[in-house]
């Protein structure tokens, strides 16, 4: 900081105490004018700045004793006689992040808006719910090292997308990758179609495309309204890029599915996608990876480099930073908002 920042700071604080400093010369600079000897130097004895100069001052203690641990217990017995006089609003509690994050605890608590929000953990910064809605963008990349969370975020969004509306707002289809980490979505009552490897995806993005088809027809003919048919969700667990034998999709069936990424905005439908962070940095030449990446929307986990993928700008205290399973970014259009999310849920409790 340069003299003149810190003189024009300085001259926007109108109250200013200095207490005993070593550096004389360093009173002048805090209080302003001083006619009169410096303070000795005692605890709680100083200069306040005043007019037409500084004046000494002694600053009284919030309550008696002698020593440090008498004057503690006392204002903890001052604080307790506050407490119990007031009868207002009690102020609200600090809390902390806790250690694991419940989805159904986030679930009970969460009050359903009209449009397709639901809760997936809490911002670090001021613990609030994080509630996106699933509306927002017709592509979420989910990305970051293996083991970072990306499927269990995927399969808990479902989930609390599945508890808290019904068919009617969105129907979920599942690409699922080699492990079936998302499995368990099968039964859900939003989900209408479940793919448990490459193969069985052919037929499923075929059908996917006459169902956006007919939205697009729809659409044309003006009927998206009267239609009111909702949103349609695709969830892809590891979708592959540039090694082809780690994904849930071959090149051929990323291939089938790049028109309908492209089209997907028109179609009220959203791309739901987890993809390893290593697999789809470098892969320029599928077109399926280039346009998920283009959206610019998703989340990093696991690690605060992004590789450029979502074009996360951090301060420099956090950048390249290994962070827990479960932890990351939400980013969109280059804003980033740190979160915390919910524990993998299993069955009917949390893992
Ligand atoms: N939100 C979370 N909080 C705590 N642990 C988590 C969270 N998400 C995932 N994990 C842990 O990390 C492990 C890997 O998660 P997973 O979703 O399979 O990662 P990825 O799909 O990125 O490889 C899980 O088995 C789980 O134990
Ligand atoms: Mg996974």
Redesign the pocket.
Known sequence: MTIFSRLSIANNILHAIGLHLIEESEYSSIVGRIENDLPVALPGRGLVRGHPAAFECQIATPVQGDVDQARSSQLIALSEQMRRAWNGKPADPLSVMPE?ISLQTLLDAYVVEESLHSPLGLRTVDLAPFAPDIGDSYIFLVT?P???????LARNWIIGLDRLYGPADIQVYVFDSVAH?LAVLKTLKTVVAYSASDQQAEPLIQSLNDAMERRLEAAKSGYTEKLNVGRIVIVIDDIGGADDQLGSLSQANRNRLAPLLRRSQLASTTFLV?ANIGDIYSAYSDNAIRLLKEAQTGFI?GHSDDKGVLNLRLPHSEQNTALP??EGYYVRRGQATRVK????FVGGND?
């Open positions: 694991e970051g293996v083991g970072s969370g990306k499927s269990s980490p987890a986990l399973p479960g999310f919910a524990v993998p893992a």
